[in-house]
């Protein structure tokens, strides 16, 4: 991958020719930028913070088929899911995994009315549900995924299953019903492997992170170096605004005028409870609140899990963060299926939220909204002579979809025709990553058999990056590159190095936050910001002012969005 420098200047040799411009860099944005270079159409792919830095990178880390959207009668939104779910495990297993999920009814009959009239939109607020309507639901989800099928079918859990697998459980509750979904380890990974794959079957594609849009007149649009302040002014074919959260502020850069976005924040807790893990082991809690929502709980580890979610109204995505309040209610909802949870704030390692770009509606339940996506079109006017595509809406499970669908409309506009679909498409290091236990043994085994690694070591490798762990590994086994940056020795010197020279980092918060996954499992320290910092001043060229300035702002992001307790100051005098 070309460094950000290359990236720039490319993008400033090109300005003179219309350009198609991707606004936005999460899930949405580059599944459109994959999408068109697969077609050999190019395109300029801008985000003004880093790569999946927003709702992208605040996810419940799953890819699911959707099961609460059948009682609002969303058919197609669950069978669209369920297929696309299925082709992520397969596109990038190594990212992608299958996940038994238990869903708890604390009744057998409960909510068949409610349901009903949900279904047959005569009521928009949502009720109980007993075991019974989850069972008709899940008959209908595991008809949608027999299609490239790669899970089993639900089933009722026993009695006796039930107090061997986890005696915490409420004893409130009636019945488990057990379907499988997928998590998502790495969304921020997967999402960076797309543009990579991109930018190697299309290399006129650029991407530039830090790079926002400042304006526009007749057919130029002006991107503004959120690093550097310096300004390009680029020709515009076309504009499509995938900026999510921030959808109407970047319409409102391009003349546009009008409140598509009503969004919703959704809040999660990492905490350090290995009794709770010890009982989920591999699987997932998906439970009923009292007020009829839908949270979830699942081991990240052996010592912490993971708990969300909420969904509350908020505007602001800039300063999106998890409030007192949620943590309050995400308390009290674990107490309600694990008794016994008694959940302390200083249990929390790390707390995040985003907020979901959810079409504006008026008041009402939030979880009445409709998840789908929808794309609206602004054609040019007398002071903007391109058309902006706004996408209103978009989910992870569902990404390749809608860039599907918004890449059809484009290629349409541009009197081209689609030559591959990318449904089949291998992401990243998922090509030749094997699935199955015995295959991805032998390639940990070959990994560090070559490059002269412990197993352990070679197998977290091959977790992260799949078939492209040999390269890390590489860099790893080279003089200096084995020694750990972290307490737990999850990551080392050699592994940043690897980062720093192939992912267009460009802020020491984008290591930490989003190219490795050190604050989900507990490695974020003070010492340790100092010596990433270090490292990244060896690559990129940054002075020790600059090293001091990059650990104190980070420690201060982690500190007050995250509630991570580093303290700015004491990590610029450390």
Known sequence: MRTRDEAIAAVRAGANEPAIIIAGGGINGIGLYRDLALQGVPAVLVDKADFASGTTAAPSRLIHGGLRYL?????????????ERNHLIRNAPHLVKPLPVWVPAFNWFGGILSAGLRFLKLKKTPGAKGILVVKLGLVFF?????????????????????????????????????????????????????????????????????????????????????????????????VVNCTGAWA????????????????TRGSHLVMRRPDIARQLGDGMLYFETRDFRACLVYALDDDLI???????????????????????????????????????????????????????????????????????????????????LTLVGGKWTTYRACAEQIADEVLKRLNLTRTRSTLDAAIGGGAGHAREAAARN?????VARANGLD??????????????AGLVAQAIAAPGGRETVDDRGLYHVGEIGWILANERVTRLSDIVLRRTLMPFEGAVTLAGLERLAQIAGHHLGWSPERQAQEVAQTADRLATRHRVPLSPLKAAAA
């Open 306 to 388: 993971l708990l969300g979610t909420t969904d509350i109204r908020a505007q602001n995505p800039d300063t999106v963060a998890c409030s007192d309040e949620e943590i309050d209610y995400l308390f009290d909802v674990l107490d309600q299926v694990l008794p016994n949870s008694r959940a302390k704030r200083e249990e929390i390692v790390f707390a995040y939220a985003g907020i979901r770009p959810l079409p504006y509606s008026g008041e009402g339940a939030t979880g009445a909204i409709s998840r789908d996506h929808s794309l609206k079109v602004f054609e040019p006017d007398d002071k903007r002579r391109f058309p902006v």
């Open 455 to 468: 197993t352990a070591i070679a197998a977290r490798l091959v977790n992260r990056y799949g078939t492209q």
């Open 142 to 238: 595991d008809r949608f995924g027999r299609k490239n099928r790669m899970m089993p079918d639900h089933r009722l859990v026993s009695r006796a299953e039930l107090a061997r697998r986890m005696p915490g459980l409420s004893p409130r509750v009636t019945a488990i019903a057990e379907y499988y979904d997928a998590r998502l380890t790495h969304p921020e990974r997967l999402a960076l492997e797309l543009v990579g794959d991109a930018e190697r079957d299309c290399p006129q594609s650029v991407a530039v992170p830090y790079m926002a849009l400042a304006g526009h007149a007749g057919d130029t649009v002006t991107l503004r170096d959120e690093i550097s302040g310096e300004e390009v002014t680029v020709r515009a074919k076309l």
């Open 71 to 83: 009682e609002t009668g969303e058919f197609e939104l669950v069978r669209e899911s369920v297929v």
């Open 248 to 263: 109407d502020e970047a319409d409102g850069k391009l003349g546009i005028d009008k409140r598509l976005i009503g969004g």
């Open 442 to 446: 032998r390639q940990i085994d070959e």
